[in-house]
């Protein structure tokens, strides 16, 4: 096996380095995802229900005519 001259190991350390962010990046990316899917799906559903009313009800006072 070779040895790469040196230009070429750096480089290839950078894509190794960005690869490895990359898929950093993505483990966190799910974390979050799953965090928020728990925290939506820990509502019951006459909350959700409260909710939506009460979101309703506002926009429907708010005046703002969207027409």
Known sequence: MSVYPR???QRMQWWKVLGLAGIAGVAATGVV?????RRRRAYTPEE?????RQ???EAATSGDDPA
């Open 48 to 52: 959700i229900r409260d909710r939506l």
């Open 55 to 57: 979101r309703h009800a």
């Open 33 to 37: 995802v799953a965090r928020a899917e």
């Open 7 to 9: 230009p070429m190991r």
